[in-house]
């Protein structure tokens, strides 16, 4: 087998374990509700701790692997990773679960911040869309398979068992990864810069602890307000630091590459609208239709299930004609879709639902795969981590910042529209026009790389 598909099994394992167990976590809140005999506001941070770890080591991380190697610290990433979930299923307090998040969070964002940039590096540039399209592929199984492994183990065996199944695909992937993957090639001399790191960590921490916080303590309470303060103080002195810094941890003229800045701000906004659009819909689908559980999960799954059929498609189809229209398209379909979820009713039937998420998938589908390949393929081969921390990054940023815009919009129309139980449907309309609007911007700054001849594919130096 060539070196290039035993990199992809390995980083595979990697993202599939991060993937699965994201999905199992959101499924097993109210059993971990009622076992640790507290709210939702508290075990909520079982996912939030989790997120806020990768989004603010990602960039970080990144840079240190273009130092020590990616391989290095994916496969430590794995073990990590290993460790925490280990730790998780030991968990006798809500808090000690909370914290090994954690640890289980620093260990994804050490694969999360190489995986992409091994693979690109495996692979040649002239197969860099199907690539990428694989890798949205074993994303869109691991959403998937989620909710089915999740239901069945908590039903079954108890939500430990979520932990504990990473135990043996964690050490199996560690030991591959050490064994397959080669060496980087990385430049003497190089020096990991702190004050970068620390201040980038500081300000990303404070902004995503506000939007996740800000809903429910207040937008206008003293410790928001504090946060927003610490993040704008902080990212002014990142802002500093790496403009003075010998070595930064970011080249900030990175973003006047525009394909790169272009298909990392689409990459961003996407994720605002997508995430918004998730977050609101099991309601709709329970207070509107009165579906079940069950039925909630299997309107749910048309998202990852045309997901994963497209992504390689897309892929393949990025590596034969320009990316930027292609992720453009993509993105267009997701804004239209998100547009007709928003003319749903009491009386749309599940084909309706089934096919605008569906068509949701589609798009998303579409435009990941060749966004995805245009950044990576905008940096040479030395700044490869960077550029995989910077999606990351985007990535997630985008997720939190998505999940606070829609709360908050929607938030603002339910009280306007007389905070009752008639007042939910048009809320829920507004909030996704917004999305949508959202999206559309999305659209925009994605067709702005073929002014430049963004689109054309881009090839790192070898």
Not at 8 to 15: K, N
Not at 54 to 73: A, P, V, Y
Not at 90 to 98: D, K, P, R
Not at 412 to 418: K, P, S, T, V
Request: contains cysteine; aromatic residues 10%; hydrophobic residues 50%.
């Amino acid at each position: 087998m060539e070196y290039k598909w035993k990199a992809m099994f390995i980083v595979w394992i990697g993202i599939f374990m991060a993937t699965l167990d994201g999905s199992i976590v959101n499924v097993a809140l109210p059993t971990l509700t009622k076992y640790f005999n507290t709210d939702i506001t508290t075990i909520e941070w079982v996912i939030m701790a989790y997120l806020l770890t990768i989004t603010s080591l990602l960039l970080s991380l990144g840079r240190l692997s273009d130092m020590i190697g990616r391989k290095t610290i994916f496969a430590g990433g794995l073990a990590v990773f290993t460790i925490g979930s280990g730790l998780c299923a030991l968990s006798v307090t809500e808090g000690q679960l909370i914290l090994f998040r954690v640890i289980q969070g620093i260990g994804a964002a050490m694969t999360m911040a190489t995986g992409i940039a091994i693979i690109t590096h495996a692979f040649p540039p002239r197969e860099r869309g199907k690539a990428m399209g694989l890798i949205g592929t074993v994303v869109s199984i691991g959403a998937m398979a989620g909710p089915v492994a999740g239901g069945f183990l908590i039903k079954n065996i108890g939500w430990q068992s979520m932990f504990y199944i990473n135990i043996p695909v964690g050490i199996f992937g560690t030991a591959m990864a050490f064994k397959v993957l080669q060496n980087d090639e990385t430049a003497p001399g190089q020096i990991f810069d702190t004050p970068g790191a620390l201040t980038l960590f500081i300000s990303l921490t404070s902004l995503l602890l506000a939007l996740s916080r800000g809903q429910e303590l207040g937008w206008g309470s003293s410790y928001i307000s504090l946060l927003f303060v610490l993040f704008i103080v902080f990212f002014n002195l990142f802002v500093f630091v790496e403009n003075k810094a010998r070595q930064p941890m970011m080249e900030l003229q990175h973003f006047r590459n525009r394909p790169f800045a272009a298909a990392n701000i689409s990459a961003f906004i996407s994720f605002i609208a997508m995430s918004s659009t998730i977050l609101l819909m099991p309601f709709f689908l329970e207070k509107e239709l009165r579906y079940s559980p069950q039925q909630i999960g299997l309107v749910f799954l048309s998202v990852p299930l045309v997901m994963s059929v497209v992504s390689p498609l897309s892929g393949w189809l990025s590596d034969k004609t320009n990316s930027y229209i292609l992720s453009s398209i993509g993105v267009g379909i997701a804004c239209v879709s998100i547009l007709s979820l928003s003319f749903m009713s009491s009386s749309s039937s599940f084909i309706d639902v089934t096919l605008s998420l569906a068509a949701l998938g589609l798009g998303m589908g579409l435009f990941q795969a060749p966004n995805n390949s245009i950044i990576m393929g905008s940096l040479p081969k030395e700044k490869l981590g960077i550029a995989a921390g910077t999606l990351g990054t985007m990535r997630n940023m985008g997720m939190v910042i998505g999940i606070a815009i829609s709360g908050a919009v929607f938030s603002n129309r339910y009280a306007l529209y007389g905070g009752n139980d008639s007042s939910f449907l048009p809320a829920f309309h507004d909030t996704y026009i917004v999305s949508a609007i959202i999206c559309g911007i999305a659209m925009v700054t994605s067709l702005i790389r073929s002014r430049t001849g963004g689109g054309q594919k881009t090839q790192p130096p070898e």
